[in-house]
């Protein structure tokens, strides 16, 4: 393939773009697993059975404004809303961090600021599990 400057730049260009907006991901090859889950009792469930062999897994409820990221601690699990603390992007999920694409903010997996111009840390939720469900309150 002849490529001269110009279309060198054109292309890393157009893979930059993309990249940054989403559409391709050069973060990690961590899957993004999204599950679903019911209100009750004031608590959003979600049946372990759908976990899988995810490291972490996103739920989607419409009375929130981004995903909760749901990943398993030592005491039990996390739970956090992706929405940057900053100015309210959504923040990206991956295999170390949990990161802003609007100003660059980075969140560790329990929610705590790593790099600014966050300051504060991520949202989170109170959670638990028994033996089939996991509970967000």
């Known amino acids: 393939m002849n490529w001269n400057r110009r279309k060198f730049v054109k292309t890393t260009s157009v893979l930059a773009g993309a990249s940054s907006c989403g559409l391709i991901s050069l973060v990690g090859c961590t899957p993004v697993k999204y599950l679903s889950g019911e209100v009750k009792n004031n608590a959003l469930v979600i049946d372990k059975s759908q976990w899988g062999d995810a490291e972490f897994v996103l739920v989607k409820n419409k009375k929130l404004p981004k995903p909760i990221f749901i990943k398993p601690t030592n005491d ?39 790099k600014g111009p966050a300051e504060r840390n991520l949202r989170s939720f109170k959670i638990w599990d028994d033996d089939n469900s996991i509970y967000i309150q």
């Open 76 to 114: 039990g699990y996390t739970a956090l809303l992706l929405e940057c603390t900053h100015k309210k992007c959504g923040v990206r999920p991956n295999s170390r961090s949990l990161k802003c694409p609007c100003h660059g903010s980075e969140f560790d997996h329990v929610g705590n600021v790593l």
